[in-house]
């Protein structure tokens, strides 16, 4: 769904070109997140193209499309340069020419598009770099990809990590951010707070609300997610994001938070074990991480628990009364904290007659 502060694009255009302008409208507002005037757009009969694009003006962008039957045989430079050179600069409208066939336009007309590219048009309303070709080793499978979740929102898997990394690469002028997720690697706990990490974003609330908060984000934007090794339901999202699946699964993330909890699993001796559950504790609770920390302070406990380390069971029981607190749980805390209490807590004595 399109915003309504979308930006909007005027295609000039003849009644024989009309095909091709529909190409071009559909490619735009499904990957450029654009409204086009495509009906407006059209040439009334004898019309005048440097006059509709004067009209065209209304819009952000305008769009010429030059073809054998829209130019006239003759075109004095006269004739065009100030509707379609002089006046859109002056007034800050950017105006592109799409050459539709063999036609010839003038040579000062830049930029230039062919119609048999039309993705550079999408690329250069979105103001992209052109960016580098993709790689020839890969450019069938690219291509088919492009097609699928890079000219339009979608979903799509791969076998190969080299593949999705390639048209993460070579299609990134199509996103307004490509963002790669170890989804092979942890909990589900773990993946959205390394996402959420590298939106910038704080979430301190529970999975749920958590997963809620990245959905809403992400389908609202043009992002294309690399899932690297595994395709959690919970992370494909819809909307305007794309999202890549690649079944061979990358590098472990580097997250700090993901690599002290593999850490922390993998751990045999006790006293690191409490080092790193601690260390782990602080970072999450500095990245707003609660989700995660819950996780951690639960596994923590329970190892406590069979080692009969009571300090231990004393000290995460108390992290866990925090954030369960914090989330409104307030029954669950107030139940745990009882418990704690009456283990740890000193206790005035009891006198009997």
């Known amino acids: 769904m399109q915003a309504l502060t979308a930006p909007t694009v005027f295609p000039c255009y003849v009644a024989a070109d009309r095909a091709i302008a529909e190409r071009l409208a559909a490619l735009l507002e499904r990957g450029a997140d654009v409204r086009v005037f495509l009906g ?6 004898g019309a005048d193209l440097a006059e509709k694009a004067r009209e065209g003006r209304i819009a952000d962008i305008v769009l ?5 039957s829209s130019m006239p045989s ?5 004739q065009w340069e100030d509707a379609l050179v002089k006046e859109p600069a002056a007034e800050g409208v950017r105006i592109a020419f799409l050459k539709c066939d063999d036609c010839i ?14 993705r550079d048009v999408k690329r250069w309303v979105r103001g992209s770099e052109p960016g580098e070709p993709p790689s020839a080793e890969f450019s069938a499978d690219l291509e088919v990809l492009g097609i699928a979740i890079a000219d339009r929102p979608g979903t799509d898997t791969v076998a190969s990590l080299a593949l999705a990394r390639e048209f993460a690469r070579a299609f990134s002028g199509d996103f307004d951010a490509v963002l790669h997720l170890d989804s092979a690697t942890g909990t589900l706990a773990d993946m959205a ?3 959420a990490s590298q939106l910038g974003l704080h979430l301190e609330g529970e999975l749920a609300g958590n997963l809620d908060h990245l959905r809403i984000f992400c389908e609202a934007r043009r992002f294309l997610l690399v899932l690297e090794g595994a395709a959690p339901a919970d992370l494909i999202f819809g909307g305007r994001c794309s999202t ?6 990358g590098v472990p993330s580097p997250d700090t938070l993901r690599q002290l909890a593999r850490a922390f699993d993998a751990v045999e001796d006790w006293t690191e074990a409490c080092r790193l559950a601690r260390q782990a504790r602080r970072v999450a609770r500095d990245q707003f991480r609660l989700a995660e920390c819950f996780e951690i302070m639960s596994q923590w406990r329970a190892m406590a628990e069979e080692r009969d380390d009571r300090a231990v069971v004393d000290e995460a029981s108390r992290e866990l009364v925090w954030i369960l607190d914090g989330w409104g749980r307030t029954a669950e805390a107030r139940q745990l904290e009882q418990a704690r209490a009456m283990e740890f807590d000193e206790q005035l004595p009891l006198f009997f007659e």
């Open 105 to 118: 336009p003038p040579r000062v007309l830049a930029p230039m598009f062919d119609a048999a590219r039309l």
């Open 74 to 78: 003759r075109w004095p430079r006269a």
């Open 244 to 249: 890549l699946v690649s079944s061979e699964p």
């Open 64 to 68: 010429v499309l030059f073809s054998r």
């Open 40 to 45: 407006e757009g059209q040439l009334a009969e």
């Open 193 to 195: 707070g390394d996402l």
